[in-house]
T-cell receptor
């Protein structure tokens, strides 16, 4: 499978625990985006990376959230001291980049569904 | 700030019939992309169709077509010959160049057999 993969697909955790999600983009895609989708809403932007550099963070990304993309390959999104309001689907998308017309197409992974009890 | 509005939370259509999903957006940019994404119950986001703002011709992809009205900032999706597999959430989305995507709240489409 050469698409974007995310792990785990589902995570149930108790309030106050830390969780970490992983996204593996399509090989050689240099941009990687994280979005959060709550029930009944469209996805909302959280942050994105160009290779290993984190270039933009949304106001939605509180201090409890941290994202990394070491070596510009896979990315991790960590949530510390989870709250019930963090329950959502966390989506990852990767982008090939470059000057071609289709270079900015975002390819989405299946998401990680987080439930905080 | 750019916004995307989908005014129809849910819609239903008889199988084999045609349905149109509405979307309006707000931007001060002149160069941007518009999209319709489909999210089936399995929840993986799939690109349905894309429209570049500089292109006057409406995009089509098989049974899917758009009506892009740039001056009115309107971008509707028409699904012809609806099939049971078309049942999903449909999101209208906007992107400026290589920037992040801004999504609408979605329209849940039901296909009636």
């Amino acid at each position: 499978d050469t698409g974007v993969s995310q792990d785990p697909r589902h995570k149930i955790t108790k309030r106050g625990q830390n969780v970490t999600f992983r996204c593996d983009p399509i090989s050689e895609h240099n941009r990687l985006y994280w979005y959060r989708q709550t029930l009944g809403q469209g996805p909302e932007f959280l942050t994105y990376f160009q290779n290993e550099a984190q270039l933009e963070k949304s106001r939605l990304l509180s201090d409890r959230f941290s994202a990394e993309r070491p070596k510009g390959s896979f990315s991790t999104l960590e949530i510390q001291r989870t709250e019930q309001g963090d329950s959502a689907m966390y989506l990852c998308a990767s982008v090939p980049g470059g000057p071609r017309e289709n270079a900015y197409e975002q390819y989405f992974g299946p998401g990680t569904r987080l439930t905080v009890t | 700030a750019q916004t995307v509005t989908q005014s129809q939370p849910e819609m239903s259509v008889q199988e084999a019939e045609t349905v149109t999903l509405s979307c309006t957006y707000d931007t001060s940019e002149s160069d941007y992309y518009l999209f319709w994404y489909k999210q089936p119950p399995s929840r993986q986001m799939i690109l349905v169709i894309r429209q570049e703002a500089y292109k006057q011709q409406n995009a089509t992809e098989n049974r899917f077509s758009v009506n892009f009205q740039k001056a009115a900032k309107s971008f509707s999706l028409k699904i012809s010959d609806s099939q049971l597999g078309d049942a999903a959430m449909y999101f209208c989305a906007y992107r400026r160049g290589d920037d992040k995507i801004i999504f609408g709240k979605g329209t849940r489409l039901h296909i009636l057999p």
